[in-house]
């Protein structure tokens, strides 16, 4: 059975850095891409950012390209989003996800339970 736990959220103000983690208990998990969604209140769930099998293709959505970076340990089963210059818009509920696939599409496989993210101004 497939696991994914969100960890590292929290409470940071405005220019602050946090950094979520997301352990996987998948099996084979270094075939899958793994990737990192959110959902603000009364908003549909985004996309944020992916990376590949093997670590070497990231792709970020626009609001977060340069702030946000992910990370993936096939070692530890680990995937990372290290945040940067955190603002109010990147609040939100962060969700960790696993494909086979993967891409900017919300149709993902597996997904954790979410982390909460909250920056105040």
């Known amino acids: 059975q497939v696991q994914l736990v969100e960890s590292g959220g929290g409470l940071v103000q405005t220019g602050g850095s946090l950094r979520l983690s997301c352990a996987a208990s998948i099996r084979t998990f270094s075939v899958y891409a793994m990737g990192w969604f959110r959902q603000a209140p009364g908003k549909e769930r985004e996309f944020v950012a992916t990376?590949?099998?093997?670590?070497?293709?990231?792709y970020y959505a626009d609001s977060v390209k340069a702030r946000f970076t992910i990370s993936r340990d096939n070692a530890k089963n680990m995937v990372y989003l290290e945040m940067n210059s955190l603002k109010p818009e990147d609040t939100a509920v962060y969700y960790c996800a696993a494909d086979r696939i993967g891409g900017t599409r919300r149709e993902w496989t597996f997904w954790g339970q979410g982390t909460q993210v909250t920056v105040s101004s």
């Open positions: 990376i590949n099998w093997s670590g070497d293709i990231t």
